[in-house]
């Protein structure tokens, strides 16, 4: 493992679910992120080049200064401090998508939604319906299992104040574009937590060939919108749902609610099968 004082896990090192080696080549600037996800060969080898990304410098800055100052609860556990790869099952009937990493939760943790309160709220609602075998996700090597479904998010590291900058959306969109192409011949439902990731989803899923309805429609809690799967998938139908995401802001003022939760990750369950 690394270091106490290491800004970043090193790739290799034996970082639980890391899927990135010590060869996995660096993107260091937005035209060579486009490259190197078009690039890649697999899934797997997509997430070992997401995870070592070096395109935004602000975004490495904060994201290896947070991993060193640390929070006080967790000033005793080394940080992943890189960027969050997506991860779960590599042939998904449920996508869900989300903004970006916590500063102290995917960035702590390598693993997006795992180590902070949006995850708890989260992950308890996807095993109550089926899409998670744990309850909770602490850490990497917890057992968590994500059941016919993946994660990624729009944007794969941790930003300042939870508000990457439109460029840094943009150099970011070739993981997800990718990622989602990987996914489209098995996945059935899409969910997106949060306008953000309602917004950022529709680029990705029209680069990978997916026929989406024009004006596009608003972003809601429980909105479900007809996609037309891209040609060659074994099925004509696919959904994209709406959620609010289980921020502490939403679910402590009660706009979120487990029920609400339940209700569309029980829905993409049952449009999936």
């Known amino acids: 493992m690394t270091s106490a004082n290491a800004p970043f896990v090193p790739p290799g090192s034996g970082w639980p679910g890391d899927p990135a080696t010590p060869a996995t080549p660096v993107a260091h600037t937005p035209d060579e992120v486009r490259a190197l996800a078009a690039e890649a060969p697999t899934l797997h080898e997509l997430c070992a080049r997401q995870s070592v990304c070096r395109a935004c410098p602000r975004l490495v800055e904060w994201r290896e200064q947070v991993a060193v100052r640390r929070r006080r609860a967790y000033a005793d556990q080394e940080y992943w401090g890189r960027p969050v790869p997506g991860w779960g099952d590599e042939e998904p009937r449920v996508l869900i998508v989300g903004l970006a990493p916590a500063a102290h939760g995917g960035n702590r943790t390598g693993r997006i939604f795992t180590g902070d309160r949006s995850g708890d709220w989260l992950f308890a609602s996807l095993h109550r319906t089926g899409l998670a075998a744990r309850p909770t996700s602490v850490h990497a090597a917890d057992g968590q ?129």
């Open 145 to 273: 299992r994500l059941l016919g479904a993946r994660m990624a998010a729009t944007v794969r590291c941790a930003p300042p104040d939870n508000k990457p900058t439109p460029a840094e959306r943009a150099a970011c969109l070739p993981w997800l574009e990718r990622e989602v192409a990987e996914a489209a011949g098995s996945v059935r439902v899409v969910v997106a937590l949060g306008g953000y990731a309602w917004q950022g989803m529709w680029p990705a899923l029209r680069k990978a060939g997916y026929g989406l309805p024009r004006p596009r429609p608003a972003f809601g809690h429980g909105a479900e919108v007809p996609l037309i799967p891209p040609e060659g998938t074994p099925f004509d139908r696919v959904t994209l749902l709406g959620c609010y995401h289980p921020s502490q802001q939403n679910t402590f003022t009660g706009r979120v609610t487990e029920e609400m939760l339940d209700a569309v990750f029980g829905r993409a369950r049952r449009l999936a099968e």
